[in-house]
């Protein structure tokens, strides 16, 4: 009985580490967690008017099943513990794979021992064959009687590529979980400037409310755009009256967004103006304006009257004056990762579209007898007789 050695068990591991069948499972695991995602709203973070609306959505689409999906966990999959060791052990199956495709670059750069059963090529002549696979961009190695063809280096290139790339993707999806951050419902008027909380970072939108101009660094999407009014009121002598907004300092010139109706108070005329947009009318950057004023404290309507654009309205000794400024609703983000993940996508495409047309092939080639045999990655143009 012949003793055997003891199986490596570090080996074993390794072997199991940068196998397919464990890669192929996290990738399938990552792909469902994903595709729960778009099927799923995730739950916002930090914006209080965000959750609310959400949580309204979830309810009405999912009624009574909403508290027990949540408890599960379904509505936070990126920021559960589970998604986010799926994505470490991932990383980590891509990173020893790397080494070990750069292992093979290393070591396939010189001739390698014949692998597999040598089979007898019919009607063949080893120089013609020779040639034939250097014009298929074979590269040839002579170590007499022995030859080797293969494809290196851009057939162990490609792999390396492939799986450099993913692996970079992932650090730039983590770089934007760590540095990145998002704002959303963030409302903006024309020839405003807005600084983002907790950041240097800025935004200004155009006249119509149509594009934003920010600080570099940050992307922001327009989700919405609406009227905005901004109104100044003078006594009839010319005097500015000061406004009063709600829970707010007096000021001469108020600007508002009409994402709601609007209040505020001329207290040396006791008028309270309402300001709100047109019911039964899309909403659009200079959609019409309902305007009411109200004396106080009667309560009772001095004036309605609809506005669109700039306006003059005059109640008692008090001239109104109004401008349009309308508002944008926009999303900034910051994305850190963007460039590593855009150099990742690109590495990990070129990997996988080389290691398509351009896969590993090696085979060796002797001549023995006059006649000439082969083993490995034969291509179909060698036809075998069979006989070994």
Not at 158 to 181: C, M, S, Y
Not at 199 to 210: C, F, L, N, S
Not at 222 to 228: L, S
């Amino acid at each position: 009985m012949i003793d055997q050695p003891p199986r490596d068990p570090w080996r074993a591991i390794w072997q199991v580490a940068t196998g397919d069948y464990l890669i192929a499972a996290l990738l399938l695991s990552t792909a469902a967690g994903l595709a729960i995602i778009t099927w799923l709203p995730q739950m916002p973070v930090a914006n209080p008017a965000a959750y609310a609306q959400w949580l309204s959505e979830v309810q009405a689409r999912f009624g009574t099943a909403t508290p027990t999906m949540q408890t599960l966990g379904l509505f936070t999959i990126t920021r559960s513990f589970g998604f986010r060791a799926l994505l470490v052990l991932l990383a980590g199956c891509l990173l020893l794979r790397l080494i070990e495709n750069g292992d093979w670059l290393w070591h396939n750069r010189e001739m390698a021992k014949p692998a597999g059963e040598w089979h007898r090529l019919a009607d063949v002549h080893l120089p013609n064959v020779i040639d034939d696979l250097r014009r298929l961009h074979y590269r040839v190695l002579s170590n007499p009687p022995l030859i080797q063809a293969d494809r290196w280096p851009w057939a162990d290139l490609f792999p390396l590529l492939a799986h450099g790339g993913a692996l970079l993707l992932l650090v730039g999806l983590l770089i934007i979980h760590l540095w990145g951050w998002r704002v959303e419902g963030l409302t903006v008027q024309s020839g405003a400037r807005v600084t983002l909380p907790g950041t240097e970072k800025w935004i200004a939108v155009d006249e119509d409310a149509r594009r934003a101009t920010h600080s570099p660094g940050i992307m922001t999407f327009v989700e919405a755009r609406g009227p905005g009014v901004q109104a100044s009121a003078a006594d009839s002598t010319g005097h500015p009256l000061l406004l009063q907004p709600p829970e707010a300092d007096p000021v001469t010139q108020l600007t508002v967004a009409l994402t709601e109706d609007q209040y505020f108070a001329i207290p040396e005329a006791q008028l309270v103006v309402r300001l709100a947009p047109q019911p039964g009318r899309a909403i659009e950057a200079h959609s019409p304006v309902l305007l009411q004023v109200y004396r106080s404290p009667a309560g009772r309507l001095a004036t309605e009257t609809v506005v669109e654009g700039d306006a003059e309205l005059t109640v008692d000794d008090v001239t109104l004056q109004l401008a349009s400024v309308p508002y944008a609703r926009l999303t900034a983000t910051f994305n850190p990762g963007f460039w590593p993940i855009g150099a990742g996508l690109v590495l990990l495409v070129a990997g996988l579209l080389g290691s398509v047309t351009w896969p590993v092939r090696r085979l060796w080639l002797r001549e023995e007898t006059g006649k000439a045999k082969g083993t490995g990655d034969l291509p179909p143009t060698l036809a075998r007789d069979g006989e070994p």
